[in-house]
């Protein structure tokens, strides 16, 4: 039994139903009854529904990694977030007031090894993020603590220092963190 195809127009016309503004009641009714009566026309709508989804996800993602290194989203895209996805902004403020403390914290120490060690302690509390299920507050920290710590050092005009050992504990946080956490084990 080969599936139905469901003519273009047909399908342009209930998607911009499920789009639209204006008497949403109405729009929803004659959209369900529609998809009850096709099932193929469920399946499509079902398709383009969670592609829609997942580009929006992903759409967020992207916004919330600019805005976390400190660039400016514009009117639309923070309007965007507001709607979206508010939980990813609220992360993002966390990171970078994390991110921010962080650097401090490494500006303040009397030594190179004092400043890798802060920094190292930001990697852990990364790799903790990540182990209790928040891999995206994790990303973002990364993001805004690299961002914080090159306009300290550019601020500073400290030659790049903290910038260089950042990268270096930020790399070898995505080099060993991710293969522990998500190895998939193959004897369950």
Request: glycine share 4%.
């Amino acid at each position: 039994d080969a599936p139905r195809r469901i003519p273009t127009s047909q399908l342009d016309r209930l998607l911009s139903l499920q789009n639209s503004h204006g008497n949403l009641q109405t729009k929803n009714s004659e959209l369900n009854e529609a998809r009850k009566k096709d099932p193929a026309l469920d399946r499509a709508l079902y398709a383009a529904d969670r592609a829609r989804r997942q580009a929006d996800i992903s759409k967020a993602d992207t916004l919330a990694r600019k805005a976390a290194r400190g660039e400016t989203l514009s009117d639309e895209e923070q309007a965007f977030m507001e709607r979206e996805a508010p939980e990813k902004l609220r992360e993002v403020d966390k990171a970078r007031q994390r991110a921010r403390e962080i650097t401090a914290q490494a500006r303040q120490t009397k030594t190179p090894a004092e400043a890798a060690q802060v920094l190292a302690q930001a990697a852990t509390e990364m790799n903790a993020s990540i182990k209790s299920g928040n891999p995206d507050y994790a990303q973002l920290l990364g993001e805004a603590l690299r961002a914080a710590v090159k306009a300290d050092d550019k601020a500073q005009g400290s030659g790049n220092r903290l910038s260089a050992l950042s990268e270096s504990m930020l790399a070898q946080h995505a080099m060993t963190t991710h293969r522990e956490l998500y190895r998939v084990d193959t004897k369950a």
